[in-house]
């Protein structure tokens, strides 16, 4: 293994990225014949085919996984590398791409523009996508860090919580029960419910919520796959919805939606910020580490603001 080297490494990533060696050629400037050299030589040092070629292009074997895995490794160290040779200088820069879940899109750029103000030479990205796909990110070096409810199980993480994340019921306004005070949870399990993707860390939670009530969810109710989707859902009358405080505080302040007032909630999870536990840190996520510790409860919608007086 110790004749690999980085242009080998970024080849197979690149494959593994687009699937196909011409897309791949295409992003690293070289002509597809070299790809294809590149394959070979690292296939060969490895003693093992690390692609399938079938029609729809190139699949990673169990070997071209484990490879794959290495090549990301190395250059997420080298990236930190350069992070630590710019501190090392004295230089205030660096990179940080950071993955959030989609509820967590309401206010991360607001805490990005506060870290910016502290950071000015930071090189921020962010990538949203649902649970699932924010995990895959971060399983895959794809992101430095990453903004979710509950910290994945099935990879060593260092998670650091940042602030309550409240789960409620929402109605349009004139909805029956937005006059009611005290709904039972199973009252309000009656109702046709808007519910998100399976998958995804609001479905887990509504889940769970409901579990209790028999045969519930059997039929849990009309599945959209965006929070927006779903708030002009329950506005236009269509049901009512389990969400994130987060994602209706504007909605709520102007009286587009009202949230229920249903015994055992808001349920108050957790905001973390995770990274792989096995990645080194660089001065960049440190100092956005501390940010969100110190400030990052700021930038959260507070949920009291939006209950009805009592």
């Known amino acids: 293994m110790r004749n690999l080297t980085l242009k080998q490494l970024r080849a197979i990533s690149q494959i593994a990225r687009d699937g196909k060696i011409v897309s791949a050629a295409n992003h690293l400037g070289l002509t597809p014949s070299a790809v294809t050299l590149q394959v ?9 085919v690390l692609f399938d070629r079938v029609p729809e292009g190139m ?11 290495a090549a990301l490794a190395i250059e997420e160290r080298l990236r930190v590398l350069a992070d630590e040779i710019d501190a090392i200088r004295g230089v205030r820069k660096g990179s940080l791409i950071v993955g959030a879940v989609s509820t967590a899109k309401y206010f991360a750029p607001r805490l990005f523009a506060g870290f910016m103000r502290e950071h000015p030479g930071v090189d921020l990205k962010l990538v949203v996508g649902n649970r ?13 860090v990453a903004l979710m409810g509950r910290p994945p199980r099935d990879v060593p993480v260092r998670a650091t919580v940042f602030g309550d994340h409240p789960l409620i019921i929402i109605a349009s306004p004139d909805h029956s029960l937005t006059r009611r005070r005290d709904i039972s949870k199973e009252e309000v399990a009656r109702e046709h419910f808007i ?3 399976p998958g995804s860390g609001t479905r887990i939670s509504f889940e769970r919520f409901l579990a209790e009530i028999p045969g519930r969810l059997d039929d849990p109710g009309t599945e959209m796959d965006s929070n927006e989707t779903i708030k002009q859902a329950v506005m236009a009358g269509l049901g009512v919805a389990f969400i994130s405080a987060h994602t209706v505080s504007w909605e ?3 009286g587009r939606l009202a949230i229920l007032d249903v015994v055992g909630l ?5 905001w973390f910020a995770v990274s792989r536990a096995d990645r080194v840190v660089s001065p960049v996520m440190t ?6 510790a110190r400030r990052g409860a700021v930038y959260l919608p507070l949920l009291g603001k939006l209950y009805p007086e009592r």
């Open 252 to 254: 709520v302040e102007a």
């Open 40 to 48: 070979q030589s690292i296939e060969d040092e490895v003693g093992m």
């Open 132 to 144: 699932e796909e924010t995990i895959s990110s971060l399983k895959g070096h794809r992101v430095d």
């Open 59 to 69: 699949r990673p074997t169990a070997a071209g996984f484990a490879a794959i895995d």
């Open 266 to 270: 808001p349920i108050r999870r957790q």
């Open 287 to 292: 100092a956005f580490d501390q940010f969100l």
């Open 195 to 197: 519910i998100r993707e």
